[in-house]
């Protein structure tokens, strides 16, 4: 396994809720790391039986393994670890954690090349409105990482790897193959960056995280018609429930109301008046 600055350079972020385990639904978990949400699903009551969605922010691992073993007991180690993307907050302590945990990372296929050295990720864009965040944003790392045999793509089918009862959903936008999971048996969605529940490009409102819903953040997203397409799929599913990649869990009424509006308001709420991607670039 290679590492690179998506790994490395540790970013001095953080917002009000870093730290807290929230348990949003039956075995879901969700902790906050500086900016960023990583959930532990829990399988069953055996030891071990659960699994990892993303990794946090580069040099986070200690954080999220010191939750692992409050949720579930000294020397947890999960069955998989499963990435919604891999953007640098959410594959920032990957390497570590596998080094330490000796388990599969599951992708979907379009997200290889960008785990396994073969592709960096665009550059952030600056250029689009929003606030500080959005101005800083070059400075955030864009390199891949190359994670070798220790990355499988998700299985065609749409299943998740040992997570019974979800299944995966292709929402691309923010990256090719991001994608996001929902538990049908209780609605449980979790969204990734498809859209999140935070103004991500303010930071302020990330400092504080202020409830607001919002599309997948600006600065790193690069195809605006495909991650419209992904919330109009995601909002059909009509989840109860759903944890998204930057921001406090949105839930019930609350949630379908909010993620009506974005559906219907798209265009006003998510994307940029001006932009290099949002003008064609790629």
Not at 133 to 153: M, R, T, Y
């Amino acid at each position: 396994m290679k590492e690179s600055s998506s790994t490395e350079r540790y970013m001095p972020m953080t917002s009000s809720t870093s730290g807290m385990i929230v348990n949003e639904a039956d075995g879901v978990y969700c902790l906050t790391v500086q900016i960023v949400n990583v959930c532990f699903v829990r399988l069953s009551e055996k030891p071990g039986d659960w699994v990892l969605v993303d990794a946090g922010m580069p040099k986070s691992a200690e954080k999220i393994m010191d939750a692992a073993e409050e949720l579930f007991g000294g020397n947890a180690r999960p069955k998989a670890i499963i990435l919604t993307h891999g953007h640098f907050d959410h594959v920032g302590a990957i390497i570590d954690l596998v080094e330490r945990w000796q388990v599969p990372v599951y992708t979907h296929p379009l997200e290889m090349p960008f785990l396994t050295g073969q592709q960096d990720y665009p550059k952030p864009d600056a250029s689009v409105e929003g606030g500080l965040v959005a101005k800083i944003s070059p400075a955030f790392p864009h390199e891949g990482i190359d994670l070798g045999n220790h990355v499988q793509p998700l299985p065609e089918d749409g299943s998740v790897p040992h997570m019974e009862g979800w299944k995966w959903i292709h929402t691309p936008g923010h990256t090719p193959g991001h994608v996001s999971f929902f538990r049908e048996s209780d609605r449980v969605l979790i969204a990734g960056d498809a859209f999140v529940t935070v103004k991500q490009e303010s930071l302020y409102s990330v400092l504080t995280q202020e409830q607001e819903i919002s599309g997948p953040p600006r600065y790193l997203t690069t195809d605006w018609d495909a991650a419209r397409a992904s919330v109009q799929k995601l909002e059909a599913l009509q989840p109860d429930v759903a944890i998204t990649g930057h921001g406090i869990p949105m839930a019930a009424a609350a949630l379908r109301e909010n993620l009506y509006m974005l559906v219907n308001k798209f265009d006003e709420i998510a994307v940029p008046d001006h932009g290099k991607y949002v003008d064609g670039e790629r």
